[in-house]
C-alpha cells in the first residue's frame, strides 16, 4: 500500500520549531514503515481569516494526494517515540481518528484516509463553517453525521496537557505519538523525557 504522512508548519518560527525537535523522529518513522513523508510550508489555498490549522483539510489541492492509497495527517507538534507501530490501514470512505472530548469530538491532529471523493467532500463542507479556529468541530460534525469515524488506538494521539490529571498517565505509560495541542513549550519536555526512556 502506497502511504504518505504529511505534515503542515507554516511560517519560519513553526518551521524551525519542526527542523528542530520533529523531523528527525518523523523521518525515521516513516522510513522504517516505508511511508514517503511530505512537508507543506505554504498555505494551500487562501482562506481568510482561518488560522492555518485549516490547511489539512486541503489537502485534496495536492496533485499528488491521488497517488497514494492512504493518507496519514499528523500535526506538526507531534513527537513520535520509537518502536511506533504502522498505523492501521483505514477502510476507503472512513476517516481513522483518536477521541477528544468524549464521545462527541476528534482530534484533527491525526487523520487517517483513503484519497476518496467522499472524504474530499467532508473535509470541504468542514472548511464552509466560519468558526475561525476550531477545524476539529467543524469535522467531527461532518465526519459523525456521515457515519465515517473509525477510532483508531489512542497512543497514535496521546494529547499531552500539563494541568491535567492525564498527565501521569502520558508521561509513565508508554504512548506512540506525543501531542503537544498548541504547546510549543511542551515539546522540548516530552523530548527529553522521551531521551530519558531512549524512545
Known sequence: MKTCLINIA????????YDQWVRARMQRYCDKHGYDLKLITTPIRDLPGKQFTWQKLCVFDLPWLREYD??????????????????????????????????????????????????RDVFEEALLDGDPFWDQKALTRSVLYRKMEEPVDPRFN????????????????????????????????ISAWLKLQFR
Not at 490501514?89 to 464521545?103: E, N, S, T
Open 70 to 119: 492512504q493518507v496519514i495527517f499528523v500535526d506538526s507538534d507531534i513527537l513520535v517515540a520509537k518502536g511506533a507501530p504502522a498505523m492501521p490501514v483505514v477502510k476507503p470512505g472512513k476517516i481513522g481518528c483518536v477521541h477528544d472530548k468524549l464521545p462527541y469530538q476528534i482530534n484533527s491532529g491525526l487523520l487517517i484516509f483513503s484519497p476518496t471523493d467522499a472524504i
Open 158 to 189: 496521546r494529547q499531552f496537557y500539563y494541568r491535567s490529571w492525564s498527565v501521569f498517565e502520558s508521561l509513565f505509560c508508554r504512548q506512540w505519538f506525543y501531542h503537544a495541542c498548541h504547546g510549543k513549550s511542551k515539546i522540548p519536555l
Open 10 to 17: 507554516i511560517g519560519e518560527k513553526y518551521i524551525q520549531m
